[in-house]
RNA sequence: AGGGCUAUAGCUCAGUUGGUUAGAGCGCUACACUGAUAAUGUAGAGGUCACCAGUUCAACUCUGGUUAGCCCUACCA
């Protein structure tokens, strides 16, 4: 808002303490201080100046009437009041017809602002004034806040309208200016009354008027000819020769949040709980909670803590809880009520006393409570105190309060107490979290929860703060009703760290729905599919041995605990985005894209059988307990498919007495870990299976060689034999997933293997330090004979200018190099090389796989079942003469088919095999 | 003004006690696979790790400073 501000002169008192500011005791010296709340002069007491900050004193002329003055103001702020330029003009007065005069003017001292302290000053606008004021007031001070970025460097002084004036003049012991009466023998009555007026000892001119103009009833302030009293304020002191500058300042000023009027600070007696007296404890006790993050416990609310001011509890309203505090009306008694009981023994005695015929009221609110009379011990009335208390304290009680402890409860309260887990807005830090641990710490020595987690902020996808006025809120009951509460959950929790501020975008939801939500009910889907078909139920009294199960399944079991260990971990930790990541990960990389993509054969291939009696015990108990760790942040997903997957089997579990007796997945008990589910040594196995094909797959794609069509060999070079032993535990699935018939080591001995080495830097830096790069560049340089002879020996010397390093095969990263004429892909320290040469038989092999494919394709596009038998008929051609004859039995035990007929024509559409050959192929259902 | 958080690919985010090819998903492009098919895989393009300085053999990582965004508290004489 733009207020008026002036710069006022004070006029400085020749006395013993001023005099070296006084060339001769005629001189006017005034000192300058800016203030943009010009009806806070009348209430100034005091000039606050900055003790190290140098001041200087000015001959110049007064701005508005060239009379000769002296004005003090900071060093630094002298050219923003004077024009260096005007600095040698001759000392005389200017003409003040001119618009744009030249003051000249000289700097004839520098002082620090510690040697104006105590110099005293005629009082600005003295309508208010006291003999103890005279003695006390009216003098220089100084404060540690005082700045020269602004102003002259003089601080106005106010006690009464700002909370550092208040804090220096206390400690420079000057006196309260205001009015004194019968009610307030000890602390007067500020110059402004509680209607932001005036109080009428300000005479004529400004008793009873509004100090802002906001306060005026329109009709009054939009009269052109209305003055607001900063300006007949600034106007006064103009004409009394006390202003030396007057204009319009544009600057933020707190306005209230409901009529958008400016407020102003004004004194009021209140009550505070002197919490500066516990903060040690209340520190200590903060280092006992956990936060998440961190940072905000140790240092937005530990700093906090530290600095930690008494607590005013007092606000003037009238809704609310009254303060339960009598007193006397000289205030010298008092009492504090603690409860009904206390109150109505209170109101009998106070009836006994004092002849009165009052009843507790029902309602403990205002207006009845203010009616409640108490007895002191001396027998006096005394009266409620009008004020209520704080609202921030009734939730910091709330512990207390929702369970009426410690009146009633007490057990109930005692066992929940204090609270395992919190959680609200960052922007509560000095609200919520404070009142809970203040009133914890004060009244129990406690803390009143011992986990807390203050989340940051929802902005827009931009990062800007939701507000209505830019338009940017995302109306969350929309987002609800179009994405559905599972998926905006999982995308809240998953995308940011809750403490994190969370840019909130839609199509997040739909990416979470899509990649998470969508692959696991694809996966259910899959498993429902042919669970169907078979009949399939789970049997909880007969699961099917562990160690029974093949390589796959016992890895996928692994990784399911080992993800129940790590979300179990990360939760305890209040970590939810880091377990929510984590499930994902595994419904993603390995349920889905690993382990159903490997196994789906087995499920729909031939007849119940032990391996597929495993295939979906496995599944299904991955379904259940991945729906399990989700079902807290996905509460109706999963309890849908909760349902779906145990419905059929919950009256036998409920007569058996068996886990999933429960109708809801939220009824069930979370899994416990289960580490002999867990083999290292086989996710291991499996990782590195997963590396390998993937590096195979990259080579055929390199080569356009498809996956259907069979290759001979895969080479693999080995560094040391227990990867060997790994790989081959493996082998079968690498071989099947590649489409590749064998698998061979490739080792020193078969002389093909050329390795190179690299710098291990980790362990290598604490030991060679400034030499690394040196030692870095040999033992890249070594050739095989020098790598063998290392892991023969053990170590290998290595001298840089005059240090010799002995270099063990821990300090080598060794990596084969290709395999010169064989098409090979790397990934750290894996190597493959795949054998692309093909032959008839496996080109055979490969039509015979691609006739397959086309069959199946027919199958579908026909929307034959299933598990339909047909009669294939197929287009005599050339090209798959061999196929049809090698691997006609695999083509009909593939699709089905109890007969697969070579004929010269087919009433059917050309199929197109391969880029060469397309044929008609003829596909019906057997017996139509 | 003080305190706190954040800054890495077009977007959303990972990145362990500093260690040498900085990753993922989405999006884009190409290809493949397919009895999960409105699904899936592989590959490609895409980075001054906000900026500056320091410590170190080595900094996205540690220290100091700067800038920008946000939050809290205070003040705005």
Redesign the pocket.
Known sequence: MTDFSVIAMFKVKHEDSSAFLFDDENEDVRIL?????PWTLPSNVALTVGPDIEYVKVKTFSPYNARPVSVVLAKDRLSAYFNAEHAELPMQPFDTSEKKPAIPYRVVKTVKGKDLSGVRYEQLLPYVTTPELEANAFRVITGDF??T???TGV??TAPYF???DMRVAREAGIPMIGIYNDQNPELPLPLVDRQGKFVEELGEEFGGRYVKAEYYPKEVSSDKEFKPTDLLIALRLKEDNKAFKIEKYA????HCWRTDKPVIYYPLDSWFIRASASKERMAELNKTINWQ?E??GS??FG?WLENLQDWNLSRSRYWGVPLPIWRTEDGEEACCIGSVEELKQGVQQANAQLGLNQETPADLHRPYIDEVVLVSASGKPMRREADLIDVWFDSGAMPYAQWHYPFENQEVFERNYPADFIAEG??Q??GWFYTLHAIAVMCFDSVAYKNVVSNG?VLD?E???MSKSKGNVVDPFLTLADHGADATRWYLIS???PW????F?IE?IT?TRN?LF??LY??Y??FALYANLDGWTMDEKHVFPYEKRSELDRWIISKLYSLVDEYRREMDQYEP?RAARAIESFV?DHL??WY??LS?RRF?KGNMNDDKQAAYQTLWECLLVTLQLMSSLAPFFTDWMYRNLTTPIRGKAKAGNTPLRFDSIHLTDLIEPDNSKIDADLEKRMDYAQRIC?LA??IR?KERL???QPLQKLLLPVLDASFIAEVDGVKELILSEINVKELEYVTDASGMLKKSGKAN??TL??KC??D??AV?AAIESWNDAQINQLERDGQLPVTVDKNTYAITPDDVVLKTEDLPGWKTA?D?SITVALDVTLNAQLEAEGLA?DL??RI??IRKDKNFN??DRIHVRLEKHPAIADAVAHFGEYIKS???ADALLLVDSVPAEKVELNDDVALGIDVVINGL
């Open positions: 201080a800016w203030t943009t709340t005082v700045t970025e602004d102003g601080v106005h700002g909370a550092d600057h933020n000023y707190p993050p940072s905000t240092g937005r700093q960052v922007d830090t000095r902020l996808k990062g800007n703060k995308n940011a760290s994190d501020n969370l840019k975008n997040g990416e990649k969508g692959t694809n996966t889907n899959f985005t993603d889905s894209n159903v993509r789906r729909w993937s797959l990259s794609k498809r996956v259907r830097f980790k830096g604490a330090g400034k690394m790069k870095a790397t750290g796989r397959v494919n199946q394709n299933v598990t593939e699709v089905l």
